[in-house]
């Protein structure tokens, strides 16, 4: 031990060298990780760009789509996946603004990490002229949106998860909630999936698409721990649409009616 001591005296300041050498590599390492993050197919950007039934904005960072020929007053506030680009949604969320008439807008967050900034849907609620806010998120930014719906629920209707899951019981609001699987995720962890279900409304509508993976709520790829799913990424966000644009319009025509 005296050997040790002595070596350590002696080698106090390369060690607190190297020590500082090792925590900015690994710093360095995880900003460019998350600073680096899964975008959307170039096709699948260009299609919601030339959809005559939605108008596509960025702004700040966040991809903000509305109806082209409609008056929107329903919004959804959509937290992405940890490490995924905000236009890796815009294709999977085009048919609620194109046939339900929902504003919805894909968040950019720092470090592409919904943990980071739970409360970015607060401003885009301030600055929007709509009168009915829905969060919801995709992955890690499905929980986050839970979360924030928790925490603000004077703010928002409702929560919508694809392939997530609350991590924060809501169970006693009255908060309208759709949460979607995929059949074929693998990356979702499917025990506790169904531990938190218990988590949400009695009410709350649960459904899981066949034929669907992680990626495929999105329209990216390389998701790590991701299976192929035998379905293509139109058929997945049709399927996808089928579920969401009729839970929508159901919501509005009951608020409505």
């Known amino acids: 031990m005296g050997h040790v001591r002595t070596w350590l005296r002696r080698n106090r300041e390369r060690l607190a060298v190297w020590s500082f050498v090792i925590v900015f590599v690994a710093i360095v390492g995880v900003l460019?990780?998350?600073?680096?993050?899964?975008?959307?197919?170039?096709?699948?950007?260009?299609?919601?760009?030339?959809?005559?039934?939605?108008?596509?904005?960025?702004?700040?960072?966040?991809?903000?789509?509305?109806?082209?020929?409609?008056?929107?007053?329903?919004?959804?506030?959509?937290?992405?996946?940890?490490?995924?680009?905000?236009?890796?949604?815009?294709?999977?969320?085009?048919?609620?603004?194109?046939?339900?008439?929902?504003?919805?807008?894909?968040?950019?967050?720092?470090?592409?990490?919904?943990?980071?900034?739970?409360?970015?849907?607060t401003g885009v609620m301030q600055e929007s002229a709509v009168d009915q806010w829905y969060v919801g998120g995709h992955s890690l930014g499905g929980a986050m949106a839970c979360r924030y719906a928790k925490h603000n629920p004077d703010r928002v209707s409702g929560v919508v998860l694809f392939g997530s899951y609350c991590d924060q019981s809501i169970e006693e609001t009255d908060l309208a909630v759709l949460s979607v699987a995929g059949e074929a995720d693998t990356v979702l962890d499917w025990g506790t999936y169904a531990q938190t279900t218990g988590n949400l409304p009695a009410n709350a509508t649960v459904r899981t698409i066949p034929g669907v993976n992680h990626?495929?709520?999105?329209?990216?790829?390389?998701?790590?721990?991701?299976?192929?799913?035998?379905?293509?990424?139109?058929?997945a966000h049709q399927r996808l649409a089928n579920v969401t644009v009729s839970w929508f319009q159901q919501a509005q025509s009951e608020r409505t009616g």
């Open 32 to 121: 460019l990780y998350f600073g680096t993050p899964f975008h959307g197919s170039p096709e699948s950007i260009q299609a919601v760009q030339e959809n005559d039934q939605v108008a596509l904005q960025v702004v700040g960072g966040d991809y903000v789509l509305t109806p082209a020929n409609a008056t929107s007053a329903t919004g959804l506030v959509f937290y992405p996946g940890a490490r995924v680009h905000p236009d890796a949604y815009l294709s999977s969320v085009a048919p609620l603004v194109a046939e339900a008439n929902v504003t919805v807008v894909v968040v950019k967050l720092p470090l592409n990490l919904a943990v980071l900034e739970r409360g970015a849907a």
């Open 215 to 235: 990626t495929q709520f999105g329209s990216y790829t390389g998701q790590p721990g991701d299976q192929p799913s035998g379905t293509t990424y139109a058929v």
